[in-house]
Nanobody
Framework: QVQLVESGGGLVQAGGSLRLSCAASGRPFSTYAMGWFRRPPGKEREFVAAISWSAGSTYVADSVKGRFTISRDNAKNTVYLQMNSLKPEDTAVYYC???????????????????WGQGTQVTVSS
């Protein structure tokens, strides 16, 4: 079992930055691939970014490429999502997720992630 707790969300103006954190507890964090997803208001949950257990591979959605960066610190059992140049369309609840099987080259498949956090709200004002 892995427990995930997100933090760092909030209200920010367009063009601003936020860094989300996801702290994991339970089974060894370093064995899990990690992902960030988001659910915009009135829309389906969508993939944002993912990172392999070793941080050797990262994946980022086209909609946030060049603005968002995913990273992890296995010593701190934490994965991060640095969000720069935020836009109103980035407004969503952001979720952290863990995959025990790895995501290989299909990080957008939500069924690969067996553990999810409760989410943190990010609101970008125009």
């Amino acid at each position: 079992q892995v427990q995930l707790v997100e933090s760092g969300g909030g209200l920010v103006q367009a063009g601003g930055s936020l860094r989300l954190s996801c702290a994991a507890s339970g089974r060894p964090f370093s064995t899990y691939a990690m992902g960030w997803f988001r659910r915009p208001p009135g829309k389906e949950r969508e993939f944002v970014a993912a990172i392999s257990w070793s941080a050797g591979s990262t994946y980022v959605a086209d909609s946030v490429k060049g603005r968002f960066t995913i990273s992890r610190d296995n010593a701190k059992n934490t994965v991060y999502l640095q969000m720069n140049s935020l836009k109103p369309e980035d407004t969503a609840v952001y979720y952290c997720a863990a995959s025990a099987t790895g995501v290989h080259n299909t990080p957008t498949i939500q069924d690969l992630y067996g553990y999810w956090g409760q989410g943190t709200q990010v609101t970008v004002s125009s």
